[in-house]
């Protein structure tokens, strides 16, 4: 019976992933020539951009076949400015191979994914790439592995020749007593009767330890290292024996009822919206009618990944991975069908720390901006869309200044709009100091609307989310009357008394009151005397920004956690330079001739430490950093303009808002 393995490569950037899908689909024949990341020529990178710049912006999905298995692999990005890209990858993997140079080491994003991968329960196996450059260190590089990523790999081999190019793997006897003794050692620390076994004097035969390695792989428990050069090829086949021997193959029942994932839409040659769904359970066919996200819509086109294709089908199965046609208004993360109770949770990474405002060149484009940018948020729901009706500013928040460029590249090519950008500017949230309350009364001045509204907003912990509760009876008024009042609490809410986000807080109501339907004689509806869900809508913002201002809330700024890597007659220059961006060196370890450095650092300042931070160390500096926390801004407080009309200007607000008579 054929076997599916949805397969995730992830790495630093430039540990030479991409190359190394290119020699696996080369291995496989899927084909016949391996391309180059340097002449814009890999199978994986079809985007101009990719081409240009030698990197992986999008992640894309490619099969072929090992045996009885059919391998998808999913190329992901390795630069820290997509890591939503690598995140979405995540949710669909059913083990994985991380790359790691056997030149550089263990860097700081390698890190990063093995948490992640580890927090997420994936099996993975490490692949030290590299062998054959020059500057090679297998051996310190498999400590360090150990070290930082995690105790419990043990090396399937040896590297002869490192640093050549005539550099190979042999993977290691099965039978050698050293090999044996070293897998055993490892393996026993998560089995008791395996040690138990290899204690006792007849020891354990190879084939138990092999099956012992490939359990526990599967568990999350070890992680296999194997080592090559997908330049040369060298290692390659090891790989590629390992994947179908070590990593866990993709389960469900075929018949079961169907719950899937999407994890990548993109649009077709008719615009039309193309989902990318890992299916966990049942079977998908065209003209099939299933719940997806929200609503329900009806399948018009399969396309599943064989040999280095997608190719049209009449069904998606349990385990594969497949393009789905038809479904309008689908989004990245939605479910398909039921929803999987074992699926990766969304988020794992960090949210976008920075906004800036696009502008197109010709402002007769300005509608076409929008609906481009509209699309584009589709694809990548970690980046935000932030409309200003008030200035017509379009704004977009996004990890760094290189998701400029492919924002720029993307619009130009693909919807012909060019555009230009503000100065990027950290996006900064606003928490709640204490309680404050506030009501207005219906038929009471200065209250011009037809509804009792009294709020109560107090801070809530970090990561608790906007949390709406009732302290009135659930029956003192419509159902839909409370729900505006929370729909229109929760936008007030994107927009704090300095114009920044308020996530963390607890929002009660207090008091509530309506004036029930009124009708004259003849049975027509008197709007004047007659409380409607619009009454509450526009009310609630006067309320809510009167318990804010009372409550008091502090802008907070986003802080990057870094780590930067230099050679150690380089450190003080470097050291000089963290203090100019206002870093805050937290720690300080020393690697062979090089030091790494890791701490804090304001996210407005990341992008002028990784401009100078090549001249600090003469080029050879490396630098990794994600969200790590908001804290208080010191000195002037940030405003962000408003999109909409202002409730904590009362008048301005009931001119705009106020029904007329």
């Not at 720690?587 to 990784?610: D, F, K």
């Amino acid at each position: 019976m054929a076997r599916t393995l949805n397969l995730g490569i992830l790495a630093h950037v430039d540990a030479g992933k991409t190359t190394l899908t290119e020699r696996l689909l080369h291995a496989a024949g899927v084909i016949e020539e391996v391309g180059s990341v340097d002449h814009g020529t890999t199978h994986t990178d079809t985007l101009a951009l990719e081409r240009r710049r030698g990197i992986t912006i999008r992640s894309a999905v490619v099969s072929f076949t090992l045996g009885d298995v059919t391998v998808n692999l999913v190329d992901t990005p390795g630069h820290s400015d997509f890591i939503a890209e690598v995140e979405r990858a995540l949710a669909v993997l059913d083990g994985a191979v991380l790359v790691v140079s056997a030149v550089e080491g263990v860097q700081a994003q390698t890190r990063v994914l093995m948490r992640v991968l580890q927090r997420l329960r994936i099996p993975t196996l490490v692949f030290v790439n590299k062998v054959d450059r020059a500057g090679a260190r297998p051996g310190r590089v498999l400590a360090e592995i150990a070290e930082r990523l995690s105790p419990d790999v043990v090396a399937m081999g040896e590297v002869m020749g490192a640093g050549t190019r005539g550099a190979r793997f042999e993977r290691a006897a099965e039978t050698d007593p050293a090999t044996l003794d070293r897998l055993a050692e490892v393996l026993t620390r998560h089995d008791d009767r395996l040690l138990a076994a290899w204690l006792d004097e007849d020891g354990v035969a190879p084939a138990r330890l092999r099956a012992a390695l490939a359990g526990q792989t599967a568990a999350v428990r070890v992680h296999p290292v194997l080592f090559g050069s997908a330049a040369t090829g060298a290692g390659v086949a090891e790989l590629m024996a390992a994947l179908t021997t070590l990593l866990p193959t993709a389960a469900g029942d075929a018949d079961g009822p169907v719950s899937g994932t999407v994890f990548k839409v993109e649009r077709g040659p008719a615009g039309e919206r193309l989902a990318w769904v890992r299916l966990f359970s049942g079977t998908v066919r065209v003209r099939d009618r299933l719940p997806v996200g929200d609503a329900e819509a009806r399948v018009t086109g399969i396309r599943v990944c064989e040999d280095g294709d997608d190719v049209v089908s009449q069904a998606l199965t349990a385990g594969r991975v497949g393009v789905l046609s038809g479904l309008a208004g689908v989004r990245v993360g939605d479910a398909v069908g039921m929803p999987w109770p074992g699926a990766a949770p969304a988020h794992h990474f960090s949210p976008p720390s920075l906004e800036t405002v696009v502008e197109p060149c010709d402002p007769r484009r300005r509608a076409a901006l929008h609906a481009a940018l509209t699309e584009l948020c589709e694809q990548d729901p970690m980046v935000g869309l932030r409309q200003d009706d008030v200035r017509r500013e379009l704004s977009v928040s996004l990890y760094g200044e290189v998701q400029k460029e492919v924002l720029a590249a993307t619009l130009a090519d693909d919807y012909g709009v060019r555009v230009g950008f503000r100065e990027t500017t950290p996006l900064c949230v606003e928490r709640v100091l204490g309680r404050g309350t506030a009501f207005e009364l219906i038929d009471v001045e200065p209250n011009p609307f037809l509804a009792t509204v009294g709020l109560a907003v107090e801070p809530a912990p970090l990561g608790h989310g906007v949390d709406f509760r009732l302290g009135v009876e659930l029956g003192s008024m419509p159902p839909a009357f409370f729900t505006a009042v929370e729909g229109a609490m929760r936008e007030t809410l994107q927009q704090g008394l300095h114009g920044w986000a308020v996530p963390d807080c607890v929002v009660t109501i207090t008091h509530s009151g309506y004036w029930a339907r009124q009708s004259h004689a003849h049975g027509t509806f008197d709007a004047s005397m007659s409380s409607t869900a619009g009454d509450f809508r526009l009310l609630t913002p006067l309320v809510l920004a009167t318990a804010l201002c009372r409550a008091g809330t502090v802008v907070c700024q986003p802080v990057h956690r870094f780590e930067v890597e230099v050679p150690g007659d380089a450190l003080s220059a470097v050291l000089a330079l963290l203090a100019r961006v206002q870093a805050v060196p937290l720690e300080t370890q020393v690697r062979g001739t090089a030091y790494l450095l890791s701490g804090l650092v304001p996210a407005a300042r990341v992008h002028e430490l990784r401009q100078q931070l090549p001249g600090a160390s003469r080029g050879e500096g490396v630098l990794v950093d994600a969200f790590d926390h908001h804290e208080p801004v010191r000195g002037p407080v940030p405003e962000r303009a408003r999109t909409d009309h202002n409730p904590l200007d009362r008048k301005g607000y009931l001119l705009h808002t106020v029904r007329r008579q």
